[in-house]
């Protein structure tokens, strides 16, 4: 989707139980170098440390109409799911290739 600012401030446990938020931010305002993950869409690597029950916040800004899905992932389910939608794809574009395969074979 099309979203100019993200920002995801996600908990932070400092030594001496000091704690906050530190800000993770994405968008497609910002360079594509700058992107922690290269990715089509924007994605997050989140702290493994992360205790149970943590909240974490997603600021969402954008010129046109905001839709944000949301998945959370493990990294071993995010790059199956990446390998199954290009697998996908291939196939959509080799059905697609079909009849002029076909054509061209006559």
């Given amino acids: 989707p099309s979203l100019d600012d993200l920002q995801l401030y996600v908990p ?21 170098n700058d992107r922690v993950v290269k990715h089509r869409n924007h994605v997050f690597r989140l702290p493994a440390d992360r205790e149970a029950g943590e909240w974490m916040y997603l600021r969402v800004q954008s010129r046109s109409v905001v839709t944000v899905p949301l998945r959370a992932w493990t990294q071993q389910g ?3 799911s990446e390998r199954d939608s290009q697998i996908e794809q291939v196939g959509r574009e080799l059905r697609r290739m079909m009849p002029w395969l076909k054509a061209k074979e006559v």
Avoid: K
Avoid at 12 to 32: C, I, K, M, N, Q
């Fill in 12 to 32: 932070v446990h400092e030594a001496g139980g000091a704690s906050g938020y530190r800000s993770l931010t994405a968008g497609d305002t910002r360079p594509w």
């Fill in 78 to 80: 995010f790059l199956q």
